[in-house]
């Protein structure tokens, strides 16, 4: 039965380059993942990083290399032999993963795999999965299917419908930029698939330091005191278990940040030299001071 399903919904509809990009991509991660875990342990043997000399090599090269083969390949592969078209897909998602799960470090130009910002690596994976497997359903960002698939209508009323299908899905759109714009993520990615949820988000109250929240906030109004208030009672519980979740296949991300570290090791101002004054004893004392 699962055949059947496999060869009417995937195959049959076109997906399968789809679905070997959508596998690629999840097997490539999790492998990966499972590497780095043990170059990190010191595991030894082929568990190691890639160097050339003393330069470390980082795997998004190769998911960059991939990405552009396989993209190329596709563009000049004819659709007709459905194998080789398949077996690029499939190189397309192993260098998506490859590029994703550093994607932190092409964020921020630095190597921040283990440390706090490292997680942003695994949410961009975790998104992509997401969108793709929606994609793999059949489902269409913004209702944009309503846009090819009218038709056995005269031609006035076709011309009608799809406007009308145009202006929802510029409806859609704003309501998911307000959605996004509200640091709700998920609902707004999510909810350009399935539209309710696009909605909900753009009514409901913007997260406490989003976009939304600092344009029309006011500190310590009561609509700041109710999202902060939100936030801690509800959304933090939530992202604890996401990235719990997420360390649990990712491993942990707990190495002190780069980013902060830097400040701790900028030069200080050296010492007056002995015959200059000294811009503390210079200054004029305030009232008080001995």
């Known amino acids: 039965m699962m055949g059947d399903w496999f060869t009417d919904h995937i195959v049959g509809t076109g997906r399968l380059p789809l679905f070997c990009l959508f596998i690629g991509m999840i ?119 309503g846009v090819h698939d009218i038709g056995g209508l005269d031609p006035a009323t076709v011309s009608v419908a799809r406007w009308i299908a145009v202006v929802l899905i510029v409806v859609n759109l704003v309501l998911a930029v307000v959605t996004l714009s509200k640091g709700k993520i998920w609902t707004g990615l999510v909810g350009l ?17 989003s976009p939304w929240a600092h344009w029309f906030f006011t500190p310590g109004s009561r609509k700041a005191v109710r999202a902060l208030h939100r936030e801690e009672r509800h959304r933090r519980p939530v992202v604890r278990a996401k990235i719990a979740f997420q360390e649990f296949i990712s491993g942990r991300h707990d190495l002190p940040s780069p980013l902060r570290r830097r400040d701790h090791h900028a030069p200080r101002k050296p010492p007056a030299a002995q015959g200059e004054p000294d811009d503390r004893s210079s200054a004029p004392r305030r009232r008080g001071q001995g």
């Open 193 to 209: 698939f399935v539209f309710p949820l696009l909605f909900v988000g753009a009514i409901r109250l913007a997260r406490p330091g």
């Open 27 to 145: 097997v490539t991660f999790l492998v990966t993942r499972v590497i780095v875990r043990l170059i990190r342990a010191n595991m030894g043997g082929m568990f190691r990083n890639v160097k050339l000399g003393d330069l470390h090599v980082h795997h998004v090269v190769f998911g960059v290399v991939l990405m552009m083969t396989s993209g190329v390949a596709a563009f000049i592969i004819d659709d007709r032999f459905s194998v080789f078209y398949t077996v690029a897909a499939t190189l397309f998602g192993v260098g998506t993963a490859l590029v994703l799960d550093e994607f932190a470090l092409i964020l921020h130009l630095r190597d921040v795999y283990w440390s706090e910002e490292g997680r942003a690596s695994v949410d961009a994976m975790f998104v992509a999965v997401a969108v793709t497997g929606l994609l793999l359903l059949g489902l269409r960002p913004l209702g944009w299917e």
